[in-house]
C-alpha cells in the first residue's frame, strides 16, 4: 500500500473505469478511512450510500447527472456523499454527547440549514480521507458535481436533513493522466507578517 504522502502525490481524477467489480473489502476499507476523518465538535455528519449496477443506479443517471459523463456509467461503485443536519441539533440521538454547547436549537429547517457550510466542509474532508485510500489501494476516484443535488436526494429517498454533496467514483483506472499543474507554494504561503497585495 502506499504511504500518505505517495498517495497524494499519484491521486488523479480519473473519469475512465476498466468494467472489473471491486471487492467489497476494499470498499469498507476506502469507507472507513472516511468514517475515522476528522470534524468540528465531532459532529461526524457524512452519510454514504454505495450504489454498484441495477435499477437504481440507471435511475440516478437518467433522473439527477447533468448531460451524460461516460464516467458516471462506467464506475463500477459511486458512493452517493451527503451531510445530515440532524448531527448539529442541540442534545439530538444522532449529535455528538455533551453537544448541548453548539448547534441548532430545533431540527427546523430555519435552523439546521444554518451549519450547512459546516457539515458540507467536514463531508469534504472525509471524502477526501475516501479518495486517497482508493489511491493507496490501486483505486481510481473521481468527484463529480454535475449532479441535480435535490434530484439526486430524491430518486435516493434522502429525507431533507440528509444533504447530498456529490457522487465519489470509484474504479480500476483504464487512464493514467499526467499530474495537472500547480502553483508554486511560494505563491500560496504568506511569510510571518506578510500583508497579501
Known amino acids: 500500500m502506499l504511504t500518505v504522502a505517495e498517495a497524494i502525490e499519484k491521486r488523479r481524477s ?5 468494467p472489473d467489480p471491486v471487492p467489497d473489502e476494499l470498499i469498507d476499507q476506502i469507507l472507513e478511512a472516511g468514517r475515522l476523518a476528522p470534524s468540528g465538535t465531532n459532529r461526524q455528519p457524512w452519510r454514504f450510500q454505495v450504489i454498484r449496477e441495477g435499477e437504481l443506479k440507471k435511475r440516478l443517471l437518467e433522473e439527477a447527472v447533468i448531460g451524460d459523463p461516460p464516467q458516471v ?23 455528538p454527547p455533551n453537544s448541548d454547547y453548539f448547534g441548532a436549537d430545533s431540527a427546523e429547517w430555519e435552523e439546521i440549514s444554518k451549519f450547512l457550510p459546516d457539515a458540507h466542509m467536514y463531508t469534504a474532508i472525509a471524502i477526501e480521507h475516501m479518495a486517497l ?29 440528509i444533504v447530498v454533496l456529490t457522487l465519489l467514483l470509484i474504479g480500476y483506472a483504464d487512464e493514467d493522466p499526467p499530474p495537472r499543474p500547480r502553483v508554486r507554494l511560494e505563491e500560496i504561503v504568506l511569510k510571518e507578517g506578510q500583508i497579501p497585495e
Open 14 to 18: 480519473i473519469r475512465k473505469f476498466k
Open 73 to 95: 456509467a462506467q464506475a463500477p461503485v459511486i458512493i452517493v456523499c451527503g451531510s445530515e443536519l440532524l448531527t448539529f441539533v442541540k442534545g439530538h440521538k444522532l449529535a
Open 133 to 161: 485510500m482508493a489511491t493507496a489501494l490501486g483505486l481510481g476516484s473521481c468527484w463529480v458535481q454535475r449532479i441535480r443535488f435535490g434530484q439526486t436526494a430524491k430518486t435516493l429517498g434522502w429525507p431533507r436533513h
